[in-house]
């Protein structure tokens, strides 16, 4: 199993930057291929980035796609997601999660293991 725990969340202006992390402990963090989703107030969670195991592989929903970007410290056992030019619309929790047996997938059924979510507020 894995623990995951996210952080680098906050309140910012329209236009800035943040970058969140995800800290895993227990299992090898290398034996999970990753990704993050999102959920905002009164709609359902959504896929936003994934890395493959290595690292060598992204994915990324359309609407992040040029703005965000996710990376990965298999020897800090940390993921990343770097986001710029925010925009309101990207307010949510933003949830890490772990698979063993995916990569890439942006499907939620598809992920063994969440984090406890990181408040991003985008304010206009």
């Known amino acids: 199993q894995v623990r995951l725990v996210e952080s680098g969340g906050g309140l910012v202006q329209a236009g800035g930057s943040l970058r969140l992390s995800c800290a895993a402990s227990?299992?090898?963090?290398?034996?999970?291929?990753m990704g993050w989703f999102r959920q905002a107030p009164g709609k359902e969670r959504e896929f936003v980035a994934a890395?493959?195991?290595?690292?060598?592989?992204?994915f990324y929903a359309d609407s992040v796609k040029g703005r965000f970007t996710i990376s990965r410290d298999n020897a800090k056992n940390r993921m990343y997601l770097q986001m710029i030019s925010l925009k309101p619309e990207d307010t949510a929790v933003y949830y890490c999660?772990?698979?063993?047996?995916?990569?890439?997938?942006?499907?939620?059924?598809?992920?063994?293991?969440w984090g406890q979510g990181t408040q991003v507020t985008v304010s206009s």
């Open positions: 890395i493959s195991w290595g690292g060598s592989s992204t």
């Open positions: 999660a772990a698979t063993t047996h995916y990569s890439g997938s942006s499907y939620q059924n598809d992920y063994d293991y």
């Open positions: 227990g299992r090898t963090f290398s034996s999970y291929a």
